[in-house]
């Protein structure tokens, strides 16, 4: 079955830098796009990035110029890179695939940004 496994998240003071990865199985990874999604309480869920199949990149405004979304199809792995981190930042980060008409997501990486 499709599994997403979230990690690299932590606590982490303002400007500084986190990478987190997602590493999946269960599903055809190479031909497939996916997503970086956060959470912060009391807020809904919000997309921050998206990676095509074809390694096509977009972001949401707030998150420009500071992450970077990759992926390693040899690793099975899609990779967010986040630099200059604010406290706004601060959230519970998921990766998110659509496959076979269904939403899949990871149990999520918990990032928090001090001032």
């Known amino acids: 079955q499709v599994q997403l496994v979230e990690s690299g998240g932590g606590p982490v003071q303002a400007g500084g830098s986190l990478r987190l990865s997602c590493a999946a199985s269960g599903f055809i990874f190479s031909i497939t796009g996916l997503g970086w999604y956060r959470q912060a309480p009391g807020k809904q869920r919000e997309w921050v990035a998206g990676?095509?199949?074809?390694?096509?990149?977009n972001y949401v405004d707030s998150v420009k110029g500071r992450f970077t979304i990759s992926r390693d199809n040899a690793k099975n792995t899609v990779y967010l890179q986040m630099n200059s981190l604010k406290p706004e930042d601060t959230a519970a980060y998921y990766c998110?695939?659509?496959?076979?008409?269904?939403?899949?997501w990871g149990q999520g990486t918990q990032v928090t940004v001090s001032s």
């Open positions: 998110h695939v659509l496959w076979a008409t269904r939403d899949y």
């Open positions: 990676i095509s199949r074809g390694g096509s990149t």
